[in-house]
């Protein structure tokens, strides 16, 4: 089976060590962190990425063509809403975001949001590549809004509002992950917990989805399979996402 995954890198560390011992011909292409906030720039990215690969197979660029085009995403912000399946079969996680991802499921993670709510989930990579974390971050933001507006009262009014959307929060909670030793980041994320008077929590990951995706285990209730010809819709329904006729 031949597998073209298109991933977040978020999934760099749980992915890569899944498909090394995967026995699938796999190939990975890796997309920026972080873009399910801007889910208009996210979905254009997805498409030129999908549009990349098809030139690549149409020009013989690609010797071998894929089986399965796999998105390492969940919904993200309906940013994989619209993204259709040309000659290859694309295949869709059921999950809200990478949450469920790290999570192992849809169900695990809607159970978890609606007995935590109000949480600013982590893992190892967030940590990683999330500086908002940081030790020194709300020093660095206030020079680099002085630097542009260089008005304190502006940048007191903008430090507030920084400090504001943290209040939306009651937790931190941290996905672990038997991948590798994590315990500098799960240390990091309890420093930002304290600091911003948050409760941690600690929630033990699970890569059984990830683990089905490098294996091309596509079942209907963690997969959506979008045929040749059709697109992903978005749904109410708890399968989230359907397949439609472009």
Not at 40 to 63: F, G, P, T, W
Not at 140 to 163: A, C, G
Not at 181 to 198: C, G, H, V
Not at 223 to 236: A, Q
């Amino acid at each position: 089976m031949r597998i073209y995954i298109l991933g977040c890198r978020v999934l760099t560390r749980e992915l890569s060590a899944l498909i090394a011992g995967s026995k699938n011909d796999i190939d990975l292409a890796w997309m920026p962190q972080g873009m399910h906030d801007t889910p208009v720039i996210l979905h254009n990215q997805l498409e030129s990425a999908l549009e990349e690969l098809y030139r690549q197979i149409d020009k013989k660029m690609q010797k071998r063509v894929p089986d399965y085009i796999v998105l390492g995403y969940g919904l993200c912000s309906k940013s994989i809403v619209g993204l259709k399946a040309e000659k290859i079969p694309l295949v869709a996680p059921r999950t809200e975001d990478c949450i469920g991802l790290f999570l192992g499921s849809q169900d695990r993670y809607l159970d978890y949001f609606s007995r935590y709510q109000g949480t600013y989930w982590l893992n190892s990579r967030w940590v990683e590549d999330c500086p908002d974390i940081d030790d020194d971050f709300e020093d660095r933001l206030r020079e680099e809004y002085m630097e542009q507006y260089e008005d304190e009262d502006t940048v007191d009014y903008l430090m507030d509002m920084h400090r504001e959307s943290l209040r939306n929060y009651q937790y931190v909670g941290y996905i672990g992950t038997d991948t590798f030793d994590d315990t500098r980041e799960k240390e990091q994320a309890k420093k930002f917990a304290a600091r911003n008077s948050l409760q941690f929590l600690e929630k033990e990951g699970n890569n059984c989805i990830l683990q089905k995706m490098v294996n091309a285990d596509f079942d209907e209730k963690n997969f959506l399979i979008v045929p040749p010809g059709y697109k992903i819709e978005y749904t109410n329904g708890p399968e989230r996402i359907i397949a439609v006729p472009v």
